[in-house]
């Protein structure tokens, strides 16, 4: 599979014009999409973010039918629970994107760089004319179709069932808290790329990401005073979003422009670290 991907690129590259920076680029990142579609990715991960996003507000909503037909309850036990509103259903779900579905893409795109460098794929791609950026920027690109992607289709699932069980959320509080989960989540793939870079062991760049978006996330919740600007922060003011609006605007403010600085830094130090180190030889 990799050597017809290879034998692609071989035969591509010398179509370029002189200038052909970007059309590597754009090989390259036709190349990861194929393998995203190859290895079913591109349909297995939206499908669990697609689920998630519609068993929160239908368990939500059946919870008491399901705590009455439980069992060990007394006989003639009336259960009665709130009914929350449909933004604090669509929080939720963000919620479970943040444990489940960060999981879900972390386990996906763990081996991106790490597992191409153990078998040697990136050897034969560095050595065409192809730089060590648009490796990584191919990479970085598709990573993010599949984060953004799986978020939507399963935060609009979300919102369709929420709508038909709880009661409409305004689109603008949708979408807002839409772009800024979007944004953690493209924080947590760049956090990604660049431990795959790193390590050459897929699974101790998942155990690093993972470890490293709770603990920010935690220390965000734990001390909003000192890190409310941090990127941790970010699942937070979605949260925030839906539900009431964003207060502190300026705090969130510094939040996003951290998050994208942090973002640059990532990709910047995986595509040196790469430069500088064995993956060519």
């Known amino acids: 599979m990799r050597s017809e991907t ?43 973010f697609v689920l998630l996003g519609i068993m929160q507000p239908v368990s939500t909503y059946y919870m008491p039918v399901i705590l009455e037909h439980a069992g060990s309850m007394p006989e003639g036990t009336v259960i009665e629970i709130p009914k929350p509103l449909g933004a604090e259903v669509l929080a939720q779900t963000l919620q479970q994107f943040g444990t489940l579905g960060v999981l879900v893409l972390v386990l996906a795109c763990m081996g991106t760089v ?9 050897s034969l791609i560095l050595v065409k004319p192809i730089s060590v950026l648009s490796y990584i920027g191919s990479k970085w690109t598709s990573m993010l179709l ?21 009661g409409e959320v305004p689109f603008s509080g949708v979408l807002s808290s839409l772009i800024v989960y979007g944004l953690w989540l493209s924080f947590v793939m760049a956090i990604t ?26 220390l965000a919740g734990l001390f909003p005073k000192f890190l409310g600007w941090s990127p941790g922060s970010l699942s937070g003011f979605a949260y925030e979003s839906v539900v009431t609006g964003i207060a502190n605007t300026s705090r969130f403010g510094w939040a996003i422009a951290s998050t994208i600085v942090c973002i640059a830094a990532a990709v910047s130090v995986s595509a040196a670290f790469l430069r500088k180190s064995s993956a060519v030889d």
Not at 6 to 18: G, K, V, W, Y
């Open 193 to 218: 790329l660049l431990f795959s870079s790193l390590l050459l062991s897929p699974a101790a760049a998942a155990f690093s990401t993972l470890g490293g978006a709770v603990a920010l996330s935690l």
């Open 146 to 166: 599949l984060a953004w992607g799986s978020l939507t289709a399963g935060y609009l699932a979300s919102w369709y069932y929420t709508g038909l069980l709880f």
């Open 114 to 122: 790490s597992g191409e460098r153990n078998s040697g794929a990136a």
């Open 6 to 48: 290879m034998e692609r690129i071989s035969l591509s590259l010398p179509q370029a014009p002189l200038s052909s920076g970007f059309y590597r680029y754009m090989v390259m990142v036709q190349k990861e999409l194929l393998e995203l579609v190859r290895s079913y990715k591109l349909l297995w991960v939206p499908l669990i």
